[in-house]
């Protein structure tokens, strides 16, 4: 399988999309004194054909977010290598190691000791280093994956003798909210976490989607993970 042409009317679609995010990315920049190229926007295509991925290539998007391993694979395995930076973002089971390994740029979602010795165990096999982030469950929502926020950093201790996973930082969801306003707190809670982690080396914070990525860049976000604010409402 390979990709397939870009429509044109649709690259026009997305091409307007990411306007106006990067638009709203460099105000929430600017009033947080952050420089816009600290802030690299993760076009979360989940659920979306391989159209999308190739007229969003044409809009000149280049990281992609995909939280289902199998369709990431799936959507690697059609792209040129090289073209596209693919983030897996949703949770991953321990059989399913040798995806992420093979095909993820970072892994935004580690989230037990079990996967972490799983992933790198089939990283020295193949011969790779694989960039993770810890996914903190930070409005500790018994529905949601990560670790809880005051475990953090005894997990993060524990993966310090992984030699073959790269822990750059941390990455959460938010409570789903209609007002951006009410989840900062959350996020300031996870640039402290960062600030304070027991690793070197981490600088990355993921968060912030398409209802609060503003918030989250306020409040130090590196990585955000946009979806429907640039191609529109997803159907399933
Ligand atoms: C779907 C998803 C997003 C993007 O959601 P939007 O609201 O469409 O921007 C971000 N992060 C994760 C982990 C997701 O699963």
Not at 196 to 215: I, Y
Request: hydrophobic fraction near 45%.
């Amino acid at each position: 399988m390979a990709l397939p042409d870009a429509a044109k009317s649709q690259v026009t679609a997305i091409v307007a999309g990411l306007d106006n995010v990067y638009e709203r990315m460099a105000r929430a920049c600017q009033r947080a004194g952050r420089r816009a190229n600290e802030v690299t926007l993760v076009g979360v295509t989940k659920t979306f054909p391989l159209e999308t991925i190739a007229a969003a290539l044409a809009a000149g998007l280049q990281d992609f977010g995909e939280n289902r391993p199998q369709e990431l694979e799936a959507k690697a395995r059609a792209t040129p290598p090289g073209v596209c930076r693919y983030h897996l973002i949703g949770h991953l089971q321990r059989n399913k190691a040798r995806i992420a390994i093979r095909y993820a740029h970072l892994f935004h979602a580690l989230d037990s000791l079990r996967l972490a010795d799983a992933l790198n165990q089939r990283a020295q096999s193949e011969g790779r280093v694989l960039p993770c982030l810890v996914q903190v469950n930070v409005s500790a929502e018994s529905t949601k994956f990560g670790v809880p926020p005051a475990e953090t950093h005894r997990f993060l201790e524990t993966l310090a003798s992984k030699e073959h996973l790269r822990i750059q930082g941390l990455m959460t969801l938010a409570a789903p909210t209609a007002e951006p306003e009410e989840v900062r707190p959350q996020f300031r809670k996870m640039r402290q976490l960062l600030a304070a982690a027991p690793l070197p080396e981490m600088t990355t914070l993921s968060m912030g989607m398409s209802g609060d990525f503003e918030v989250a860049i306020e409040e130090g976000a590196t990585h955000i993970r946009v979806g429907s604010a640039i191609f529109g409402p997803r159907i399933h």
